[in-house]
């Protein structure tokens, strides 16, 4: 290791030939990161979907569910995971908690602005067609909701990338664990690998994510805000 | 392994924790740790913003580089905060300058894009009528513009200072103080009341803080447009970085 064995040494900011014989380190690091990702991502939806739904067809739901997760977001990450610890440890469990907790308020928001955007006509147009409400929502609403949806499942991706590499604190972290072996050993080349990797797996996904919804959205221009 | 309690025991733990007389006190005490968090979180939250707000209103104000102006927000995003903060640390060494540094780079996205945003919506019939009435262009942009942008303004300022107080919170990793300390040390201690104190006090600050802004925002929201808040906060943008 590379830590002042002569005074004159100078840590590069990326020592290739160590990141040369550690490729593993990186590729295992990427998978986990890839892999809570992902949980986040598809968790938020499975709680966001059935929920936005709930709030768009019971007005009344829609103020105190968007106030909770309003209040979860508003909670450092940092924070969420050290209250949870000691009832959830440290681990998966705790990460997906914060992480899906806040994918949540992201993909209810959109998904809600969504169906609230389809206009009024159209939903005439899809009573006088004779749709049932539940038939009238799967085939009018909901396609029309979703350049909305996308736009939150891309912001809930990007934002969950960044957010990982902070569960390294609770033992995870994907390339966070790199971020913080550079930060204990004083060592420039994992941190800044796994900094930048960070930050090109968020922007891979995000286009990823807009060619997906240049396919199944033909019609919508992909803007995300 | 941190020791794990009951949901009862842990609260009685943290009331007492909090109920010591030694936490309120010395430079580990609650009013110092806030007063170190507030002011590293204030600096960066005015800096980024005497840099960013120029730039969304200029950019919004004159309808130019709308894609750079959104898009600033999806690379904010992306920024890992935990590694912006470490690799700031590894340049600049110990002390505020690093913590700033990173801070204020996380602060600028959200106010740049709700800047640009809230300038770019302006509706073009109210510039006209602002042109007719023989407002000079400076004149329109502060006495017309500004304030009907106002709520999105804030909302960009908003934004930012939640996510800053909460990334000031990582700022204990690099040796910076705060209400992040009794987090970091909880965990190294393995020190769950102080580590659960120390959530609880995060959490308030940052609850605080949009509280705190959105009362601010109310205020200088002219009353003339208050009734359209509704549209407003749905089209502010979601940053979260730490």
Known sequence: MPSGLFLDYVDPWVNWTWLSTHIPLFVSAVEQHLTLTVIAVGGGLAISIPLGIAAHRWRSLR??????????????????????????????????IGLIGYTVLILVRNL??????????????????????????????????????????????????????????????????????????????????ATVLSIALALVADLLLVGAQRLAVPWSRGAAS | MVARGSFVSVISLVVQWFSDPAHWSGPDGIPQRLIEHVQISAESVAIGAV????????????????????????????????????????????????????????AIPPMVTNSYVGLSEVDPDVKEAARGMGYREVAQLLRVELPLAVPLVMAGIRTSAVQVVATATLAALIAGGGFGRYIIDGFAQQDYTKLAAGAVLVAALAMATELSLSALERVLVPRGIRLQRAPVARRVTTFKTA
């Open chain 2, 51 to 106: 840099i960013a707000l120029p730039i969304g209103i200029a950019l919004g104000h004159y309808g130019r580089f709308g894609n750079v102006a959104i898009n600033i927000s999806n690379v904010g995003r992306a920024l890992p905060s935990f590694g912006v903060l470490v690799i700031a640390f590894q340049v600049l060494g110990l002390g505020n300058l690093p913590i700033l540094v990173a801070l204020v780079a996380l």
């Open chain 1, 63 to 96: 103020n105190p569910v968007l106030a909770f997760f309003d209040v979860v977001y508003t909670i450092p990450s940092l924070a969420l995971f050290a209250l949870l610890v000691p009832y959830t440890g440290l681990g998966v469990v705790t990460a997906e």
């Open chain 1, 112 to 193: 809600l602005v969504g169906l609230e955007s389809v206009p009024p006509d159209v939903l005439d147009a899809a009573d006088g067609m004779g749709y049932r409400p539940l038939a009238r929502l799967f085939r009018v609403e909901l396609p029309l909701a979703l350049p909305a949806i996308f736009a939150g499942v891309r912001i809930a991706t990007v934002t969950t990338i960044g957010l990982v590499t902070i569960t390294a604190l609770i033992g995870l972290g994907g390339l966070g664990q790199l971020i913080e072996r550079g930060l204990i050993e004083n060592f420039h080349t994992p941190l800044v690998v």
